[in-house]
């Protein structure tokens, strides 16, 4: 296994235009988070699944934002109707879930919306 | 609310030079610290990882260490080389089960 993996790497959109993020976790992991990052920050939890069950969202995760993990294995999030102030890199983390484990994040998604 | 800081924001030190990064936090009931590098648009990379109980951390050129009652830890990189240029991260795992990171520090070594 070649740890977490994402898809896209670059996504450039008009706004108003909907996006979506996948995110392929390390094999074992049942644990699954999703950050964003913007430029000069450290990244910021936007929610987290344990198998399929969503436990945690953010008060970041507007409306607009929605994250499955539909078979508790690979993740999608989805942006809906995009502004200029969702641009930023989308990053996807996964880990066992015993508690204290290292958490394992992916190259991320860069999101622009123009 | 976890809150994470790390000092300094950028550090810019000659090849050879032994550094030491910063974090705090301000709550202590913390399951693990971890800290992170990140290149340049790039996702993050564990560099080490230490539980609560345990007070520091060893690979390679790189040691971390933590003082749970203080909230602070301590990385500490002995002789720099200009492939240690990256932004270093701290984050805290707190009951929540998600990390909180700080800003970062931005480290560059100059051959």
């Known amino acids: 296994d070649t740890g977490v993996s994402q898809d896209p790497r670059h996504k450039i959109t008009k706004r108003g235009q909907n996006v979506t993020f996948r995110c392929d976790p390390i094999?074992?992991?049942?644990?699954l988070y999703w950050y964003r990052q913007t430029l000069g920050q450290g990244p910021e939890f936007l929610t987290y699944f344990q198998n399929e069950a969503q436990l945690e969202k953010s008060r970041l995760l507007s409306d607009r934002f929605s994250a499955e993990r539909p078979k508790g294995s690979f993740s999608t999030l989805e942006i809906q109707r995009t502004e200029q102030g969702d641009s930023a890199m989308y990053l996807c983390?996964?880990?066992?879930?015993?508690?204290?484990?290292?958490?394992?994040f992916g190259e991320g998604s860069w999101l622009t919306v123009v | 609310k976890q809150e994470v800081t790390q000092i300094p924001a950028a550090l810019s030190v000659p090849e050879g030079e032994n550094l030491v990064l910063n974090c705090s936090f301000t709550?202590?009931?913390?399951?693990?610290l971890q800290w992170f590098r990140q290149d340049p648009g790039k996702g993050l990379t564990s560099l080490l990882l230490?539980?609560?109980?345990?007070r520091e951390q060893t690979s390679g050129r790189l040691n971390a260490s933590l003082d749970k009652s203080s909230g602070r830890s301590t990385l500490y990189i002995a002789a720099s080389q200009p492939g240690d240029s990256a932004t270093y991260l701290c984050a805290v795992m707190g009951g929540a089960q998600k990390l909180v990171f700080g800003q970062g520090t931005r480290l560059t070594i100059n051959p």
């Open positions: 983390a996964s880990s066992l879930s015993v508690a204290g484990n290292t958490i394992y």
């Open positions: 230490i539980q609560s109980s345990q």
């Open positions: 094999s074992e992991h049942n644990r």
């Open positions: 709550d202590s009931a913390i399951y693990n």
